[in-house]
């Protein structure tokens, strides 16, 4: 008995210990296990804050780009709210990671490539301000800043990655210790039966630990399925090693167009358009991203309406903590957004009706649009990189150099091509008269130039069948009189409509319509405007001599005084001090006279250089009966090799937009001198004034006055 109770009291002995040690086992096991679920939780924490840093990249290069389209205040804000969040976030994320050198390594290049690409929109973002949308699609159009925002996506997705294997190999360590656990429960139940009281109260308490770990656990994925779902711009789902589908979030359902159950357990391919699929491209993918660790692409994509879109994807291969692969994860964004804000910014330049080339300081073309391959003759390949002189080889990079009377900016705005015959040379050899119009661009390489190439090949065309008609004209001062009446009534009514039209819708549309509307309004206008001084100046022209009343014995002062009558509001306008000696009577049509005085006062008012214009008209014996009248001003000055052909009709040495007119003024003046038997002629330098001198006949009825007189 004493023998029975010793084995009993042995056993009973051993069974305790037993207890005691399967309790210390399953204790040590569920703390273990509640580690790791903290552990896990840590990581989603992590997983969360990775997926604002790459929602804060995209939101940073969006508000860049929007505040250099629209030039809005109010993106800016948004641009700079949103480097601020993201600045916050990284620093949240490095708190996060501090356990973690690896993370902590790709935290700092991170944080380097983010002041970089801050630094970059920055810049773009002055240069929007200083240089306007051009200057600002010149520089972004190198591609720095998508590599950077690449970059960028590359080390968040690395540092995810890493918090994912971390994630996985957590998880399994929480999973052996619960099944550990599980094991010394059920080993502390069969001891249980045994000794009932001892074995009933460690079950129940290691019953509740373990409800409680996998009631954690639980929480965990739903928060983790919660995360996922709540990113609808990026389709985020999970493979298995052969590519079928495992997970599906909202995103994915929103840019693929599948719900999760038409699409769990199907094979990733579907995505591919048909011809990526017949050459096995979808096997390739997980191939390369199976060997690197990740692959990386930009390309199309097909939804489940067979429509086909641009994508950003990332595909990580998934790897348990031996190495074995167990799936992928893709990572895809939808760029059409962004592929059509490009298209709209392209299709500014593509708008311009003009050839338009932007060349560097090297004078390489850099930018070309539509206009340009057809004005030229060449593809936009053919064109990049090449000198400018090879479709404008003279006279377009002499005009840009700077010289001691203006700066580099006022050389390069101007339009170029009036009065020195520029001309474009084609693919196939042949020349065209050309016009250009040159704007500074001045950015982070320097200064570039934007040119807008205008063909006026049909202009001069027109300019020289006009003067064929006028030479013709000339032939017959009984034609000339025709074409007067053609010109005045049947160019002038027709004309008046259009003009009266064309204002009309300036003033009622202005503003309504886009500004392309608004411009071609302002052409027509102008256009009609131009004609109608054209007409007019024609009419003058026709008239000298034909319908110009009889020479008659006047004074010539008289004749000076109604021009400066009719000028008051041009000498006024620019200040000018025109003066004038005594001046003779002649034998003169007092009409024309006028005309003739108006005319050379109008042009030196005109072309003038800074300053307050001054004009003098004087008169002299020029040897028997004639007298010879000066019109001396301080303007812009005249190249000699331009003298005779400045009396010519419809010659001009200015470009329009500079300096307005039609370019017959000098031409009527010489009519009207040779209608009065006398010459024209000019005296005169470059940026030192001109005299224009002319002779006509005296009449003795006049008596000379000795003081001079000031208007």
């Given at each position: 008995m004493l023998r029975l109770d010793w084995k009993i009291q042995l056993a009973f002995g051993f069974a305790m210990l037993g207890v005691l040690l399967m309790g210390a086992l399953s204790y040590a096991e569920m703390s273990a296990s509640r580690e790791s679920d903290l552990w896990v939780r840590h990581t989603h924490e992590i997983l969360e804050q990775i997926q604002n840093l790459r929602l804060g990249i995209e939101g940073i290069s969006a508000n860049s780009r929007g505040f250099v389209l629209t030039g809005d205040e109010s993106d800016f804000d948004l641009y700079r709210a949103s480097v601020l969040k993201f600045e916050q976030e990284q620093a949240a994320l490095r708190k996060l990671t501090a356990d973690n050198p690896v993370t902590e390594g790709m935290l700092s290049t991170l944080e380097a490539l983010t002041a970089a690409r801050v630094q970059r929109s920055?810049?773009?973002?002055?240069?929007?301000?200083?240089?306007?949308?051009?200057?600002?699609?010149?520089?972004?159009?190198?591609?720095?800043?998508?590599?950077?925002?690449?970059?960028?996506?590359a080390v968040v997705g690395n540092i995810q990655d890493e918090e994912l294997g971390l994630s996985v190999q957590r998880t399994a360590r929480t999973q052996q210790h619960l099944k550990r656990a599980k094991i010394a429960l059920i080993a502390g139940t069969v001891l249980a039966l045994i000794i009932v009281g001892a074995a009933g109260w460690s079950t129940q308490r290691d019953s509740s630990r373990r409800r409680h770990a996998e009631a954690a656990l639980r929480d965990g994925e739903k928060r983790y399925r919660m995360l996922l779902d709540g990113i609808p711009d990026y389709a985020i789902f999970m493979l298995d090693p052969l590519g079928q589908i495992l997970t599906w979030?909202?995103?994915?359902?929103?840019?693929?167009?599948?719900?999760?159950?038409?699409?769990?357990?199907?094979?990733?391919?579907?995505?591919?358009?048909?011809?990526?699929?017949?050459?096995?491209?979808?096997?390739?993918?997980?191939?390369?991203?199976?060997?690197?660790?990740?692959?990386?692409?930009?390309?199309?994509?097909?939804?489940?309406?067979?429509?086909?879109f641009l994508a950003s994807i990332t595909i990580t291969a998934l790897r348990d903590p031996a190495g074995y692969l167990r799936g992928f994860s893709e990572i895809s964004h939808d760029l059409t957004k962004i592929q059509a804000a490009e298209d709209r910014y392209r299709g500014l330049l593509e708008a311009a009706p003009d050839a338009m080339v932007v060349v560097d300081q090297g004078g390489e073309i850099?930018?070309?649009?539509?206009?340009?391959?057809?004005?030229?003759?060449?593809?936009?390949?053919?064109?990049?990189?090449?000198?400018?002189?090879?479709?404008?080889?003279?006279?377009?990079?002499e005009r840009l150099i700077a010289d001691g009377t203006r700066t580099m900016a006022e050389a390069l705005a101007q339009v170029i091509g009036t009065g020195i015959e520029l001309?474009?040379?084609?693919?196939?050899?042949?020349?065209?008269?050309?016009?250009?119009?040159?704007?500074?661009?001045?950015?982070?390489?320097?200064?570039?130039?934007?040119?807008?190439?205008?063909?006026?090949?049909?202009?001069?065309?027109?300019e020289k069948h006009l003067a064929q008609m006028v030479e013709e004209l000339k032939t017959s001062n009984e034609e000339l009189g025709q074409f007067a009446y053609i010109a005045s009534h049947d160019l002038q009514e027709p004309l008046r409509m259009v003009a009266s039209y064309t204002q009309?819708?300036?003033?009622?549309?202005?503003?309504?319509?886009?500004?392309?509307?608004?411009?071609?309004?302002?052409?027509?206008?102008?256009?009609?405007?131009?004609?109608?001084?054209?007409?007019?100046?024609?009419?003058?022209?026709?008239?000298?001599?034909?319908?110009?009343?009889?020479l008659l014995d006047i004074s010539s002062e008289q004749a000076l005084q109604q021009a400066l009558i009719n000028l008051r509001m041009a000498i006024k306008g620019s200040g000018a001090l025109?003066?004038?000696?005594?001046?003779?009577?002649?034998?003169?049509?007092?009409?024309?006279?006028?005309?003739?005085?108006?005319?050379?006062?109008?042009?030196?008012?005109?072309?003038?250089?800074?300053?307050?214009?001054?004009?003098?008209?004087?008169?002299?014996?020029?040897?028997?009966?004639?007298?010879?009248?000066?019109?001396?001003?301080?303007?812009?000055?005249?190249?000699?090799?331009?003298?005779?052909?400045?009396?010519?009709?419809?010659?001009?040495?200015?470009?329009?937009?500079?300096?307005?007119?039609?370019?017959?003024?000098?031409?009527?003046?010489?009519?009207?001198?040779?209608?009065?038997?006398?010459?024209?002629?000019?005296?005169?330098?470059?940026?030192?004034?001109?005299?224009?001198?002319?002779?006509?006949?005296?009449?003795?009825?006049?008596?000379?006055?000795?003081?001079?007189?000031?208007?």
């Amino acid at each position: 008995m004493l023998r029975l109770d010793w084995k009993i009291q042995l056993a009973f002995g051993f069974a305790m210990l037993g207890v005691l040690l399967m309790g210390a086992l399953s204790y040590a096991e569920m703390s273990a296990s509640r580690e790791s679920d903290l552990w896990v939780r840590h990581t989603h924490e992590i997983l969360e804050q990775i997926q604002n840093l790459r929602l804060g990249i995209e939101g940073i290069s969006a508000n860049s780009r929007g505040f250099v389209l629209t030039g809005d205040e109010s993106d800016f804000d948004l641009y700079r709210a949103s480097v601020l969040k993201f600045e916050q976030e990284q620093a949240a994320l490095r708190k996060l990671t501090a356990d973690n050198p690896v993370t902590e390594g790709m935290l700092s290049t991170l944080e380097a490539l983010t002041a970089a690409r801050v630094q970059r929109s920055e810049s773009i973002i002055a240069l929007r301000r200083s240089q306007g949308l051009l200057a600002a699609v010149a520089v972004s159009q190198d591609g720095t800043g998508q590599r950077l925002t690449n970059e960028l996506q590359a080390v968040v997705g690395n540092i995810q990655d890493e918090e994912l294997g971390l994630s996985v190999q957590r998880t399994a360590r929480t999973q052996q210790h619960l099944k550990r656990a599980k094991i010394a429960l059920i080993a502390g139940t069969v001891l249980a039966l045994i000794i009932v009281g001892a074995a009933g109260w460690s079950t129940q308490r290691d019953s509740s630990r373990r409800r409680h770990a996998e009631a954690a656990l639980r929480d965990g994925e739903k928060r983790y399925r919660m995360l996922l779902d709540g990113i609808p711009d990026y389709a985020i789902f999970m493979l298995d090693p052969l590519g079928q589908i495992l997970t599906w979030n909202a995103g994915a359902e929103r840019v693929k167009g599948y719900t999760a159950a038409e699409i769990m357990g199907q094979s990733f391919s579907r995505f591919f358009p048909a011809g990526d699929i017949r050459v096995g491209r979808p096997e390739g993918i997980l191939r390369r991203a199976a060997a690197t660790g990740q692959h990386n692409e930009y390309g199309m994509r097909v939804r489940k309406d067979g429509s086909q879109f641009l994508a950003s994807i990332t595909i990580t291969a998934l790897r348990d903590p031996a190495g074995y692969l167990r799936g992928f994860s893709e990572i895809s964004h939808d760029l059409t957004k962004i592929q059509a804000a490009e298209d709209r910014y392209r299709g500014l330049l593509e708008a311009a009706p003009d050839a338009m080339v932007v060349v560097d300081q090297g004078g390489e073309i850099v930018l070309l649009n539509l206009q340009a391959e057809k004005q030229f003759g060449y593809s936009r390949d053919e064109l990049l990189g090449q000198p400018v002189t090879n479709i404008i080889p003279e006279g377009f990079a002499e005009r840009l150099i700077a010289d001691g009377t203006r700066t580099m900016a006022e050389a390069l705005a101007q339009v170029i091509g009036t009065g020195i015959e520029l001309s474009g040379l084609r693919k196939d050899g042949s020349r065209f008269p050309i016009e250009i119009m040159l704007s500074p661009l001045e950015g982070a390489e320097g200064i570039m130039v934007t040119a807008a190439i205008r063909n006026i090949t049909v202009r001069k065309a027109a300019e020289k069948h006009l003067a064929q008609m006028v030479e013709e004209l000339k032939t017959s001062n009984e034609e000339l009189g025709q074409f007067a009446y053609i010109a005045s009534h049947d160019l002038q009514e027709p004309l008046r409509m259009v003009a009266s039209y064309t204002q009309l819708l300036s003033i009622r549309y202005k503003g309504k319509l886009d500004s392309d509307a608004d411009e071609f309004i302002a052409f027509a206008v102008d256009g009609a405007n131009r004609m109608k001084r054209l007409i007019q100046d024609l009419l003058s022209y026709s008239r000298v001599g034909t319908k110009g009343g009889a020479l008659l014995d006047i004074s010539s002062e008289q004749a000076l005084q109604q021009a400066l009558i009719n000028l008051r509001m041009a000498i006024k306008g620019s200040g000018a001090l025109v003066t004038h000696d005594p001046l003779p009577g002649v034998l003169a049509d007092e009409s024309q006279l006028t005309q003739l005085f108006q005319n050379l006062i109008g042009n030196a008012i005109k072309f003038q250089r800074p300053g307050v214009p001054r004009i003098h008209i004087s008169a002299v014996r020029n040897g028997g009966e004639k007298w010879r009248f000066s019109v001396q001003d301080n303007g812009l000055g005249i190249e000699p090799q331009y003298f005779e052909q400045i009396f010519g009709m419809f010659q001009r040495l200015h470009r329009r937009e500079e300096f307005s007119g039609t370019g017959i003024g000098l031409a009527i003046c010489k009519k009207i001198v040779e209608r009065h038997g006398g010459a024209i002629s000019v005296e005169s330098q470059p940026e030192q004034g001109s005299t224009f001198h002319f002779t006509l006949v005296g009449s003795e009825q006049h008596s000379w006055q000795s003081s001079e007189k000031k208007i």
